[in-house]
């Protein structure tokens, strides 16, 4: 009995915090994002500062496992175009494969596979490193100094996030092409008009136009999401944890509802 005001009163902050507190995240992670993309338009912004840690990112994000990632992601293309190809001509409807492969592996699952792999790899690191300078008073020392961490410190991770994005989505979109056209004709060169006809019945302005905005956006938030989760934080040894298991867990949601959004505006 004696802990039931204490049980109460921990319900009702769970409450305050499932209604109000993540909504309020929610709505800094817009704020930031809008401010995000608003300094990167800003050739003010690419200083050689920023231009460093931007480059680091992308370095870290996209080129140290370029290689390795393209070649795990041919490895499961080549699968699931095999299984595709194969269910379509024992029903009698290989005409469809293609159109299918490209719709589904290049479209939908290459560009969340992409988005999921960066918000794994660095996602986790841009909010460690955030939240760490955050306790630490780092950012506002930087502020202090008459040098804003927006411009020095976030927007080039931001920046770097969408470039290893859209870098990682389309040079394995464009290997997954490859390999449907090989499965479809092999090594032949007399497939190659039908093979572009199908493509571009696919690849219609509204699906490039499409694509391109969910990758990008998918890129904004791999940074977005954990950048604000570091800063919501109390500056107190020990929160740096909280930060990221926060930030991964919103980071998880943003990217399952950029896709879930475009599924229905696409295909609905």
């Not at 992601?73 to 194969?86: D, P, Q």
């Not at 950012?139 to 994005?165: T, Y």
Request: proline share 4%; hydrophobic share 55%.
């Amino acid at each position: 009995m004696p802990q039931r005001p204490f049980s109460i009163a921990r319900d009702l902050t769970e409450l305050r915090g499932a209604l109000i507190d993540r909504p309020a995240s929610w709505l800094r992670t817009f704020q930031f994002a809008a401010e995000a993309i608003a300094t990167a338009l800003s050739p003010s912004a690419y200083d050689e500062a920023a231009r460093r840690v931007a480059a680091r990112q992308i370095y870290f994000s996209a080129w140290q496992v370029l290689g390795w990632f393209t070649l795990a992601c041919a490895a499961i293309s080549f699968v699931l175009i095999r299984i595709v190809v194969g269910t379509a001509q024992d029903f009698g409807l290989s005409q469809y494969a293609l159109e299918l492969t490209v719709r589904v592996l290049v479209l939908e699952l290459i560009p969340l596979f992409a988005a999921l792999f960066v918000a794994l790899r660095s996602g986790a690191a841009i909010n460690t490193e955030v939240a760490l300078m955050h306790i630490r008073g780092e950012l506002e020392a930087l502020q202090r100094s008459g040098r804003d961490p927006l411009h020095r410190e976030l927007v080039p991770r931001a920046i770097g996030s969408v470039v290893a994005v859209m870098l990682l989505t389309y040079l394995s979109c464009t290997v997954a092409l490859v390999l449907a056209y090989l499965a479809m004709y092999g090594f032949s060169p007399w497939g190659i008009t039908q093979f572009l006809r199908i493509t571009g019945l696919v690849y219609d302005w509204v699906m490039v136009t499409g694509m391109a905005i969910k990758t990008f956006l998918f890129g904004v938030v791999v940074a977005a999401v954990p950048i604000t989760a570091a800063l919501a934080v109390p500056r107190e040894q020990g929160m740096a944890a909280i930060a990221v298991q926060r930030g991964m867990v919103r980071l998880g949601a943003a990217i399952a509802m950029i896709e879930g959004v475009f599924l229905v505006i696409m295909y609905v």
